[in-house]
């Protein structure tokens, strides 16, 4: 019945296409089927390179499945693909490179190793200098990797990197290890391992009463510094900007463990930080295939449109027009809803951005104050 | 052709400066200038101002070569103590350690197509070479020993292998020994191919020229520089005129010129044409332990750019054209 009660509505499961966490010798008997189904055209008495069918990750193939026994609503991708062939000229290298890559993962699965997307591409720069050239390509490669042989990352071998910070009145135990009390890890807090694995068996407990996910990690380094999380029983959790999927992972499993705490998200006043409350909220396309599922109930604390009335007028600054480009595409996306909507309106109508830190004009402590007031008044949307 | 001083460092470093190589441009950074030093640090300059980038330490001896893979992404620092320190440009992370036997690890560089690091060996008289993309030790070539040596006279000091150079399409490998041979080797195949005599003091660097993949120019102490048809074993020409040892050469990207540095202080230009030095510049204080042509590539780059580096601690970048 909880199950139930967690799914969507009824059929749009269908559609939905998920990239599956699957042990090592599986993803290497799927990487052994394409090529095998690679080699049986290639070999047949019409011979042909096959093109490579990969989830589209694209708007066009995104679906938006909304809670109607939770709260949850959430992007997926659905079945509609897009192809890497070698007969298109301006395309053939993007074919080879996932070929490259599919390779590479295969070596790291028969080894045993766990390797991050910077060492992958170490390793493909040595070896396939005229392919590979930058860290985007190879990110881009493995995504299509995922798309190809619908399996996570992390079952290929990639470890995420650790980028995320959690801290405040949480205890984390990893299985057969000491416990970690987050609040005791100073103005930094404790990172958020990379390992998905790991992260899956973590044991946590808390006698918070809130999650507060901070965008900025210097934002964050002033409330940890400041015990916050003392004042108003909470645990602070960052990503340090656009959210990794290990800092998702972790706020899921919180979301799941301590159903009752309300998640509340403190972002910048622009895009950006909209879009990175939605990262959170909804889910991501570039990551469709395997995030889908960690999305959370998180709620737009602050910045918002009537916070501005608190912050002095110098520190509005313009929109840059990469924020116009962000709202563009939040704009376009049938997931959000009508008050956050209102409030990009208003964002890009007036032209202009404001930062947390503009709330330090009124002293270092009345951001923990603005905060505490907020949750108070239960001002969050 | 000439060469014009644009930026002097004094005391970029905090003791002698002993080795320069160009890190290439990437998509997103301008080349950059790797300078190793005595004082155990390698430190990342930003032309034309020469703007300290990065400053990394960890050596534990002095910083004896530098070297860039052609990515632009990867550089390796070597030092005294026979360690290799292989890390990312922009982020110093550390990728690999590759050890040695002590004084068995001395000027390096990446092959053109950056899969390979070329070591030279030192008192192992071999070049090391390491697989850049799993930083194993692929192969080890040795030069032979002569026929004549007795048992016990292993090469001993004779054939210390001091400088490396790869040819431009990766072929052929060069290194320089302290008795003065030049020894070629066939890459792909990992074989000694033939001696190239001429020098009877140490070599102390090597350059392929990148128009002509058959043409090689060594320094020496011996105040010359050689250039040689590398295939077919013949010397080609001598350029003197430098008063003491010549420890550094570098070619232009253009193929027309090279530059030298010496122990008697000074940076020469030289026209490959006229086999002369057609300018002396003489702004260091000490020996001239590395010259340096910038590559060529990169975002709006017109000029070509020479980097020299002195026992006075300082760095200096002409403008090349």
Redesign the interface.
Known sequence: MADLCRSSTFFSDQNLCNADIIGSSEARARIEVAVLNFLKILNSPSPAISDLPLISRRWSNSRVNRGLLTEVSCIFLSHSFCTRSLMRPNAAKAFVRVWKVVEMCFQILVQEKRVTQ??L???????S?QYF??QLQVNRTIQDVVALLRCSRYSLGIMASSRGAVTGRLLLQEPNQETVDCSACGSSGHAISGDMNLLERMVMKTDARYIIVVEKHAIFQRLAEDRVFNQIPSILITAKGYPDIATRFLLYRMSRAFPDLPILALVDWNPAGLAILCTFKFGSIGMGLEAYRYACNVKWLGLRGDDLQLIPEESLIPLKPRDLQIAKSLKSSEILEENYRNELEVMVQSGRRAEIEALYFRGYNFLGKYIAKKIVQANYV | MKLAGLKSIENAHDESVWAAAWVPA???RPALLLTGSLDETVKLWMPDELVLQQNNTGHCLGVVAVAA???G??AASASLDSFVRVF?VDTN?T?ATLEAPPSEVWQMQFDP???ILAVAGGSSASIKLW????WKLIDTLAIPRPESSKPTDRGGNKKFVLSVAWSPDGRRLACGSMDGTISIFDVNRAKFLHHLEGHYMPVRSLVYSPVDPRVLFSASDDGHVHMYDAEGKSLIGAMSGHASWVLSVDVSPDGAAIATGSSDKTVRLWDLNMRAAVQTMSNHADQVWGVAFRPPGGAGVRAGRLASVSDDKSISLYDYS
């Open positions: 910077r060492e591409f170490y390793k493909l720069l040595c070896s200098p050239t930058c | 990437t998509e997103s893979h052609p990515s992404i990867i990312d992370a990728i197509k950056g899969s697989d850049t993309a799993t």
